[in-house]
């Protein structure tokens, strides 16, 4: 597919809060996903705006992949009276159990999205109300849309 805007290295010129996840691919060197409703800031090369716009369907590539950790984050359980029952630890996702943890991360939202020392951290809601944290060491990023919206 063709795109009108693509930009190189430009992570943190977006903002990735609220963001929806329409399509995700992790595998062993590549990782793609297709995200909904990305906020493209004043100061990324492609905005001709002044202002914060926002984009759909925009396909983020993480060139020369590696997924370092998925994991499912743990949680408390309380009774109606406030009264702790069960700790849930925090769960590593294998490899493979990718595809079966893609599956349940598409239609969910993206908390966060930051960039430290090559290593992207996602926080991601997933569709059966558990949050995951996914790292991805990659040696650079890639965005590729066809609109510019308002916010």
Request: proline share 1%.
């Amino acid at each position: 597919m063709d795109y009108k805007y693509n930009s190189i290295n430009e992570i943190n010129h977006f903002e990735f809060g609220e963001a929806v996840i329409g399509g995700i691919q992790m595998t062993n060197r590549m990782f793609h996903a297709v995200l909904d409703n990305v906020k493209i800031k004043p100061e990324n090369s492609c905005n001709r705006d002044i202002r914060t716009m926002r984009t759909n369907e925009m396909l983020l590539k993480l060139d020369e992949a590696e997924i370092i950790s998925l994991v499912e984050e743990g949680y408390r359980e309380y009774d109606a009276d406030g009264n702790l029952k069960h700790i849930y630890e925090d769960r590593t996702i294998e490899q493979e159990q990718y595809k079966q943890t893609e599956e349940v991360l598409v239609e969910g939202t993206v908390y966060e999205l930051k960039l430290e020392d090559g290593v992207y951290s996602f926080v991601i809601d997933g569709t059966n109300d558990r949050t995951y944290m996914l790292k991805v060491a990659a040696s650079g990023d890639e965005e590729f849309w066809n609109r510019f919206l308002e916010v």
